[in-house]
């Protein structure tokens, strides 16, 4: 049982460039959430998604799109990165009551 | 301004004291989570309080959630070198999570 799976564990990207945030879970949870965590500042929502074909933002969602087209797969895309989008990422998930959040990908945009 | 203040910020104690750490808001939460973190990993839940007034017990740390849900407390008895991480809160509100900045425990032995 792997729980919550998340790649990239590091990535470096130049301003302007794109890439994907990929997070899959196999514990069939309906909730699934990104956070972003900057030092000091606790975990920000990003977006979330309350089953598959649907997603709302967060607290944070300006700079990045998700989608959920499966109930396993919750991806966070970055289109035009920025030096603020440097962050650790974690994608969690659960069944409504507690997140199991994955071990993380650690952003730096240069 | 975060959402849900945690205090203290930093902590460092001796192995076996006693210590409590806060989670304040202005906010009413459906529910609160406990996490701890240690350094590079993701958080670990640790406990979810619901109703207002509980108090959950986990070995040695207790947890409190606020008789109005606005605020929770964790007490730790006879704290051990392995209780240090990052202890964080979190209060949701439907489906939107709100963590606290947390509380970073030391404990020398």
């Known amino acids: 049982n792997a729980g919550v799976t998340q790649t990239p564990k590091f990535r470096i990207l130049k301003i302007g460039q794109s890439m994907t945030l990929q997070c899959t879970q196999d514990?069939?949870?309906?909730?699934m959430y990104w956070y972003r965590q900057d030092p000091g500042m606790g975990l920000k929502l990003i977006y979330y998604?309350?089953?598959?074909?649907?997603?709302d933002k967060g607290e944070v969602p300006n700079g990045y799109n998700v989608s959920r087209s499966t109930t396993e797969d919750f991806p966070l895309r970055l289109e035009l990165a920025a030096p603020s989008q440097t962050s650790v990422y974690f994608c969690a998930s659960s069944y409504g009551s507690g997140d199991t959040f994955g071990s993380g990908t650690r952003l730096t945009v240069v | 301004t975060q959402l849900l203040e945690q205090s203290p910020q930093f902590l460092s104690i001796q192995e076996g004291e006693n210590l409590t750490v806060y989670c304040n808001s202005s906010s009413v939460f459906s529910s609160l989570q406990w996490y701890r973190q240690e350094p590079g990993e993701g958080p670990v839940l640790l406990v979810t309080v619901v109703t207002g007034g509980e108090v959950k017990k986990l070995k040695r740390l207790t947890f409190q959630f606020g008789d109005a849900r606005k605020d929770s407390s964790l007490h730790i008895t006879a704290a051990q070198p392995g209780d240090t991480g990052l202890y964080l809160c979190?209060?949701?509100?439907?489906?939107?999570?709100?963590f606290g900045a947390g509380t970073r425990l030391t404990v020398k032995p």
């Open positions: 998604s309350v089953g598959a074909g649907i997603t």
């Open positions: 514990m069939n949870h309906n909730y």
């Open positions: 979190a209060g949701a509100r439907n489906n939107d999570m709100r």
